[in-house]
């Protein structure tokens, strides 16, 4: 037995890609895994030992829901500082994971038969997330440097949130300030909500982040998300947070209540770490992300393979309509080539051309990857 809304939802195909790309990997193939976006780099020192001594101080008892007051204070602080928000640690929810941030967000914003616009292919857990809620998803048409066009057609009476993705997952296209301001302008003028998540911002090349929450008139209809996972290489860590207007708060924190309680309170005292202590070695990470993208992209292109620069994260996303497009290409890729990756399709339907390919892998592996996707494709 099953309910209808349960029926709905499919399988997160990251994650599912993840655990086969393991399980070849346990049976001896030398898989290379470009699949999850999971970087590769160890959680740093000073994280891990903040976590470790708070274990040992004896801090693992329940937490408040909305998380301990010295996390909440410093991701105020930090989007004060860095992303121009006027925040209170009042107006922070501290959650197991960006994710939860993401359902959190969008149960509390939407409802049976409301529409949420997603800009392009984008990340596989948005539209499982909106249909939890009972509303669904009208795809944002884009550009072939996945910029938005002609938004406006996308929204309708039962619109009721854009989500922005920037730096985005799949596609790494960042948008720059007259692209946010013109998205603010669509809410504005529709009263729509924004669920901004930025998730990559640290994770960006020859591009400034700019949170639309900061934009003039967007502070009263934008939930900002974020977490550790990507900045800090913390993903199994499970940290997260989401900050909007306090009446959004409230039904976010009742939800958190309700389900997960809090997010793991050792955990929390990691994170202020992550974030008060020292950043080089964000830095450092960042600094190999971005040498891992010119590799791969001049690359693919050297092979023939349309593949746009990403200016954040660490995926890229060619077209390979002429080999049969995403799904045929990555059942291939794995087949022939022995490498993971994920078919665009899963980011929604304007991505059936592509594949994402995660470069949170070493040079050498992806120098590897591109012998053998030539080898498959006969270059
Ligand atoms: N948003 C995006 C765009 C992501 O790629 C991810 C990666 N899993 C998340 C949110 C969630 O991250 P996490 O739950 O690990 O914090
Ligand atoms: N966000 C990452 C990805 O897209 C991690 C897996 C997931 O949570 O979807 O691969």
Not at 67 to 78: M, N, T, V
């Amino acid at each position: 037995m099953v309910s209808a809304r349960m029926a709905s939802i499919h399988e997160s195909t990251t994650l599912k890609i993840s655990a086969m790309a393991k399980k070849l990997t346990a049976e001896g193939l030398d898989i290379i895994d470009m699949g999850v976006g999971e970087p590769d780099f160890d959680t740093p020192r000073h994280i891990v030992e903040a976590g470790c001594s708070s274990i040992r101080n004896g801090e693992t008892h329940y937490a408040p829901t909305a998380g301990i007051l010295d996390l909440r204070k410093a991701i105020a602080q930090k989007l004060v500082r860095e992303n121009s928000l006027k925040v209170s640690p009042d107006d922070v929810s501290v959650t197991p994971g960006a994710k939860m941030a993401v359902f959190a967000a969008l149960q509390a914003l939407l409802q049976e038969g409301d529409e949420c616009v997603l800009i392009g292919p984008s990340w596989v857990s948005y539209e499982p997330c909106v249909a939890f809620a009972g509303a669904s998803v009208a795809w944002g048409r884009v550009d072939e440097a996945f910029q938005p066009r002609d938004l406006a057609a996308s929204i309708n009476s039962k619109t009721r949130v854009i989500l922005v993705n920037s730096p985005s997952n799949p596609t790494g296209a960042v948008f720059d300030k007259n692209v946010l301001q013109e998205i603010r302008d669509l809410a504005v003028d529709h009263n729509l909500f924004v669920v901004s998540d930025e998730i990559y911002e640290k994770i960006i090349y020859d591009h400034e982040h700019i949170s639309i929450g900061s934009l003039p008139g967007m502070e009263e209809r934008t939930v900002t998300i974020n977490g550790f996972s990507k900045a800090y290489a913390m993903t199994g860590w499970r940290l997260g947070y989401l900050t909007g207007p306090k009446e959004t708060m409230k039904w976010v924190n009742r939800l958190l209540s309700h389900s997960v309680s809090q997010a793991t309170t050792f955990v929390q005292r990691a994170g202020v770490e992550a974030l008060t202590g020292p950043q080089d070695e964000v830095a450092a990470m960042v600094k190999e992300f971005r040498v891992r993208r010119d590799l791969l992209v001049s690359g693919l292109r050297d092979l023939g393979i349309p593949c746009s620069t990403p200016g954040g994260a660490f995926y890229v996303f060619p077209d390979v309509s002429e080999y049969g497009g995403g799904d045929a290409f990555t059942d291939k890729l794995l087949k022939d080539a022995l490498i993971a990756a994920t078919p665009g399709s899963a980011f929604g339907p304007g991505g059936a051309n592509n594949v994402r390919l995660s470069y949170a892998t070493s040079q050498a592996r992806i120098n590897l990857a591109l012998e053998r996707i030539g080898k498959m494709i006969g270059k």
